[in-house]
Structures are given as structure tokens and as C-alpha cells.
């Protein structure tokens, strides 16, 4: 087991910079998820990790070591990819087997760890299959099993779960959990689902282009965004953004009216001194976060355009001055077939940003 240190990590192809400093401190044992949208540089910061990519500037140490020009066999990771990259012409055996083969470790000693892990896995039946002869979820167990029998001081994981269905997903999701729970040992698991990182990870990474947006516990970036984007990426289905402005300041409280609704003002605390009367500005609200007419701090009448009923739950596709709002309420049936709705809104569970998706506090 290690902890884990990069020290303003950049990362350049020619004079294209991908990664611009990222700085991040993983604890001995930690779950950290690397979350953010196809092409930010997940895969590229992690691959840097492993030793699979040059890092072109900052210093990387893994259990306190300096590990830049350590080869990647020697940093003490394992890496599960998206593809499984089994040897087919294997049996998952020697699949799991093979690494430690290779190294020249004691033939008992892998027969022990092999077994164990195929334990632990619930696999020893299928020992003696090939992999062609595995369901999709199977073949990423070996996968994640190839790693486990190594005994890395740090294992990585690139969207490990991105090719099983979504039924297998959340399964394989509940195992890789409880895995991390036995083993003990540190984790960094890259993926672009929001849920897998909330559910999975004791820490969350948010990147966008290259940069750290964000880094915090799942439940700390859903009540405490840093900004509009780490707002508007966790959290399922997405916070609303409507338009809005300050329409008046006084003594550290701002009214904010909706832009397509001005009869709907909020009057909450604001210390930032940037806003001032007349400024623009989005106001955020989590769909879940609506209540019922009358109970919050301004009332809001929305055009209903599509209602989706879970039987838990349903949303309300909403229509308000051209933009589609969420909203989400405990089973209501019968709505979709009423015209307008009217539910409430409550300064305290709503946020502030700026034009540049800065929060407001
Ligand atoms: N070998 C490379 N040469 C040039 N650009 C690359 C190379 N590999 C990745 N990139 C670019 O780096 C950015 C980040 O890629 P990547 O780390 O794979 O993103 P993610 O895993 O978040 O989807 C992308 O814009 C991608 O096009
Ligand atoms: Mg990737």
C-alpha cells in the first residue's frame, strides 16, 4: 500500500499542453476517482502514473519515492483497462498466472495467489475457460483479477466497466466496492459517469480540459460545487441554470429575479463583492430541490412539456422562456395531464454563478 503525491504534473505533446499542473495528494488506502467529460485528460494523467506516458514537468512520488523516470514494472502498480487485454489463446488460469510466471515467482507461491484471488473473485470454476468462452463481466473479473495476483502497492483503473451492459455495470460496480474494502489498498479509477465516482470513490477529482476543477468528497461536491461546471456535472439528472439577475443589494444580501419570470425573487446572503445591482447572473437549482407550491421562498409556474413517471418518482420537462428545465417530484401520475405546474423555490438550495461559471457565495 502507498500514498501518492503529484507535485504540479504537465503534460505536453510538442507544443500542444494537455495537462496544465495538476496537484493532488492521495492518501494510503484512498478510493480516488478521476471523473470529467471524454477528452479532458483522465486517461492521459492517469497513463502518467503508471509510467505508460512521459510526464513532461512536475514531480510524481509514490509511497514517498520520486518515480518520474521509474519504469512502469517498477512503480508497484497494476492497471485494468476498458479493454480486458486477456491472452485468448489462455485459460483464465494462466491468464491469471502469467505476470507472476513471467517474473520467475515461486511456482507455489503463484499457485496460492492465483487461487486466492479466483476466491475472492468467485471464479475458481471457471479456471480451465478460455477467454472467448466468458460473458462480458467474467472476462473484466480475470481482468481485475490479473492485477489483484500481483499484489500492487497501488491499483489503477481506466473506465474499467465502460463495454458491460448497464445491469452488469452496477454489479461489477457493487464488487470493485467491496474489493477496495478487503484489499485495503490505494485506488485510482478513471471514468466519465458521474454515478460510478459518487457511488465508488472517498474522493473525487473533477477535470475539464486539462484542469483540476475540483477535489472532494461526492457528497461535499454535490452540496459544495467550486464552480458551474463541477455544479452542473455531479448530480443526476443535471442542475438546473436559469437566467437571472441581482435586482438589488443591501447589507450583504442580494434579491435575485429569474430573467423569463421576475416576479420570482430570492433575497439570500451574498459576500462576493464582484456582484452588483443589475448583474446577469445563473441561478442553479438541482431538480430535486423544488418543493411543493407555497412551501419555499417564491413560487415558479412552468408550462409542462413531457412528464416521465418512475413510480418512485417522476421528472417534469419544463418549459421557461425557451429553456428546458428538470424538475423532479415524488410520484405525481396524474401530472402531464394538466398545462402548467407551480412548485417553489428555496434560497438555500439554490447557487450563484457568475458569467464565467464562478460561484457566488
Ligand atoms: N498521443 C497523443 N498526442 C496528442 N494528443 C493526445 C495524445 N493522446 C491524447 N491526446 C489528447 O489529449 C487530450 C486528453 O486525452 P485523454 O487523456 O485520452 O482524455 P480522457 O481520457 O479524459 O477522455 C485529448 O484532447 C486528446 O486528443
Ligand atoms: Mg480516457
Known amino acids: ?52 506516458e512521459d510526464i513532461t514537468g512536475g514531480e510524481l512520488t509514490i509511497g514517498g519515492r520520486l518515480v518520474n523516470d521509474v519504469e512502469p514494472a517498477d512503480r508497484g502498480i497494476a492497471m485494468v483497462f476498458q479493454s480486458y487485454a486477456l491472452y485468448p489463446h489462455l485459460t483464465v488460469e494462466e491468464n491469471l498466472s502469467f505476470g507472476l510466471r513471467m517474473n520467475g515467482n515461486p511456482k507455489a507461491d503463484t499457485e496460492r495467489r492465483v487461487r486466492h484471488v479466483a476466491e475472492i473473485l468467485q471464479i475458481t470454476e471457471l479456471m480451465k475457460r478460455r ?32 463495454n458491460l451492459d448497464a445491469e452488469l455495470r452496477v454489479q461489477m460496480r457493487v464488487e470493485i466496492s467491496r474489493l477496495h474494502k478487503q484489499l485495503g489498498t490505494t485506488m485510482i479509477y478513471v471514468t466519465h459517469d458521474q454515478t460510478e465516482a459518487m457511488t465508488l470513490a472517498d474522493k473525487i477529482v473533477v477535470l475539464r480540459a486539462g484542469n483540476i476543477e475540483q477535489i472532494g468528497a461526492p457528497l461535499d461536491l454535490y452540496d459544495d460545487p ?21 435586482a438589488e443589494l443591501q447589507a450583504g444580501k442580494a434579491t435575485v429575479v429569474l430573467s423569463d419570470d421576475r416576479a420570482v425573487r430570492l433575497t439570500m446572503p451574498v459576500s462576493d463583492p464582484v456582484v452588483t445591482s443589475g448583474t446577469p447572473i445563473t441561478l442553479g437549482i438541482r431538480p430535486e430541490h423544488f418543493s411543493e407550491a407555497g412551501q419555499g421562498d417564491a413560487d415558479l409556474t412552468v408550462a409542462v412539456d413531457v412528464a416521465e413517471h418512475l413510480g418512485n ?25 394538466t398545462e402548467t405546474l407551480t412548485v417553489s423555490l428555496s434560497a438555500g438550495r439554490t447557487f450563484l454563478f457568475d458569467a464565467a461559471g464562478k460561484r457566488l457565495r
Not at 476517482?33 to 494523467?45: A, I, R, Y
Open 131 to 162: 477467454p472467448k468462452q466468458l460473458s462480458g463481466g467474467q472476462r473484466q473479473r480475470v481482468a481485475i483479477g490479473r492485477a489483484i495476483v500481483r499484489e500492487p502497492q497501488v491499483f489503477l483503473f481506466d473506465e474499467p466497466l465502460s
Open 313 to 337: 418518482t417522476s421528472y417534469i420537462y419544463a418549459n421557461l422562456g425557451g429553456e428546458q428545465l428538470i424538475i423532479e417530484r415524488p410520484e405525481s401520475r396524474s401530472l402531464g395531464k
Open 226 to 246: 467550486a464552480n458551474q461546471f463541477v455544479a452542473g456535472f455531479v448530480g443526476s439528472p443535471k442542475m438546473n441554470f436559469l437566467k437571472a439577475e441581482v
Open 1 to 52: 500500500m502507498a500514498e501518492l503525491s503529484l507535485s504540479n504534473i504537465v503534460k505536453r505533446y510538442g507544443a500542444f499542453e494537455i495537462i496544465h499542473g495538476a496537484n493532488l495528494e492521495v492518501k494510503d488506502g484512498e478510493f480516488v476517482v478521476f471523473v470529467g467529460p471524454s477528452g479532458c485528460g483522465k486517461s492521459t494523467l492517469l497513463r502518467m502514473i503508471a509510467g505508460l
